[in-house]
Nanobody, 120 residues
Framework: QVQLVESGGGSVQAGGSLRLSCAAS?????MGWFRQAPGKGREGLTT???????TYTDSVKGRFTISKDNAKNTLYLQLNSLKPEDTAMYYC?????????????????WGQGTQVTVSS
């Protein structure tokens, strides 16, 4: 089992920035960030594997940056140039086998989420 705890969400104005963190109880092969807006399905945003290779969905490429501190087993997501449509609950996910998938069924471990609200 892996426990994931997100933090760093909040309310910002459009164009602002936030940095999300996800503390993991142990290391895993893959970690990623997803989000879910009210009334919508969960959307995969970005992943990073054990070698440090990253993937990004088109909607956040160039604005969001994923990184990981292996010594602290902590995942980060830097959110820049935020837009009102980025408003959602942001979730950290992890898996020991697969990586790079946007399907949430491919991730065995999930955090409780942290809310990001962007006002215009």
């Amino acid at each position: 089992q892996v426990q994931l705890v997100e933090s760093g969400g909040g309310s910002v104005q459009a164009g602002g920035s936030l940095r999300l963190s996800c503390a993991a109880s142990r290391s895993t092969y893959c970690m990623g960030w997803f989000r879910q807006a009210p009334g919508k399905g969960r959307e995969g945003l970005t992943t990073i594997n054990g070698a440090g290779s990253t993937t990004y969905t088109d909607s956040v490429k160039g604005r969001f940056t994923i990184s990981k501190d292996n010594a602290k087993n902590t995942l980060y997501l830097q959110l820049n140039s935020l837009k009102p449509e980025d408003t959602a609950m942001y979730y950290c996910a992890a898996d020991d086998v697969r990586c790079g998938s946007w399907s949430d069924s491919n991730y065995d471990f999930w955090g409780q989420g942290t809310q990001v609200t962007v006002s215009s």
